[in-house]
């Protein structure tokens, strides 16, 4: 089984950084797209950032210039530094492993980690 565990999240005060990253682990080949999606309360899970095997990465107008992602293959880890943090900012962090394989002939199959907490006060 595939497992994505979240860590980094904390409260800051508006202006201030943090650094979010996704370990996975478990049976897998391969991971095409990592990436972190967000949900504040009363809105749907938006994508934030994503990163390809292939280092493309995809970033929401709402935080370019602000987050960078970035990704290490070999420890199978997606890392999102959060820069200049707004309060708008404040949901739940997800990360989502994207076109998984455990195998060299299997499925491609999708995961999604149990978020972490980023809260940023005014």
């Known amino acids: 089984q595939v497992q994505l565990v979240e860590s980094g999240g904390g409260t800051v005060q508006a202006g201030g950084s943090l650094t979010l990253s996704c370990l996975a682990s478990g049976s897998i080949f391969s991971i095409d797209s990592m990436g972190w999606y967000r949900q504040a309360p009363g809105k749907p899970r938006e994508l934030v950032a994503s990163v390809s095997s292939g280092g493309n990465t995809n970033l929401a107008d709402s935080v370019k210039g602000r987050f960078t992602i970035s990704r290490d293959n070999a420890k199978k880890m997606v890392y999102l530094k959060m820069n200049d943090l707004k309060p708008e900012d404040t949901a739940i962090y997800y990360c989502?492993?994207?076109?998984?394989?455990?195998?060299?002939?299997?499925?491609?199959?999708?995961?999604w980690g149990q978020g972490t907490q980023v809260t940023v006060s005014p």
């Open positions: 989502n492993a994207d076109r998984v394989k455990i195998a060299p002939l299997s499925i491609l199959r999708n995961y």
